[in-house]
């Protein structure tokens, strides 16, 4: 069974702090897809990143970055120069790719809550 | 590109009714999947339509029910209605089974 888990669930940081959100995952599948949702207070849930588990390289996208690391099931997501805007819930997620390639459903974690001051 | 719209935004509806919630996936999305985002529970998988069939289904029991239309929209029907069934409930869509999901608003559900 798969499974996610967001150890942090409230991280609270003053604008312009860099912050680092935690995500472990669990699964016995070889091919499997990792995500990134943010859900600010309106409750839609907004994509951010999905990486495949074939594809370790790290990812940079503004002031976002991803570090995906095997061999310690772990898919950490930093904010960096963080401002009031980025004050949302965050989901990190799992899909195990069925032999077919189809990411069928996601696995949630709880979710962390940040909360940037300004 | 409109996005996934879902309706209505907000259902109350008694216990023991039954609620039919409404999602219009991206243009040209074929995957239709539905979540339960429970106080205390975090989001959890309810459904996945492709092609109009239902693919896969968490673990709820069968008076969570939905279909696909031939034009890839949806509907999630939840019969007997329970107090715990109140939720936000997102329908996410994605253009093939191996692409993104990109999630609507929501529908909040109270049953009272």
């Known amino acids: 069974a798969q499974k996610v888990t967001q150890a942090q669930t409230e991280i609270s940081v003053v604008e312009k702090e860099d912050v680092t959100l935690d995500c472990v995952y669990e699964t016995r599948d070889t091919t499997y897809y990792l995500f990134w949702y943010k859900q600010p207070p309106s409750g839609e849930l907004v994509f951010l990143i999905r990486r495949n588990s074939f594809d370790e390289q790290n990812e940079i996208s503004g002031r976002y970055s991803w570090n995906f690391q095997k061999s310690t099931s772990s898919f950490n997501f930093t904010i960096t120069a963080s401002q009031v805007v980025d004050s949302a819930v965050y989901f990190c997620a799992l899909s195990e790719a069925l032999y077919t390639g189809a990411n069928s459903k996601l696995t949630f974690g709880k979710g962390i809550t940040l909360s940037v001051r300004p | 590109e409109a996005g996934v719209t879902q309706s209505p935004t907000h259902l109350i509806k008694t216990r023991g009714q039954q609620a039919t919630l409404r999602c219009s996936p991206i243009s040209g999305h074929t995957s239709v999947y539905w979540y339960q985002q429970a106080l205390g529970l975090g989001l959890q998988f309810l459904l996945w339509?492709?092609?109009?069939?239902?693919?896969n289904r968490g673990n709820f029991p069968p008076r969570f029910s939905g279909r696909q239309f031939p034009n890839y929209s949806s509907e999630l029907n939840v019969n007997a209605l329970e107090l715990e069934d109140s939720a936000l409930y997102l329908c996410a869509s994605s253009r093939t089974s191996i692409d993104e999901q990109f999630f609507g608003p929501g529908t909040r559900l109270t049953v009272l």
């Open positions: 339509y492709d092609e109009g069939e239902e693919r």
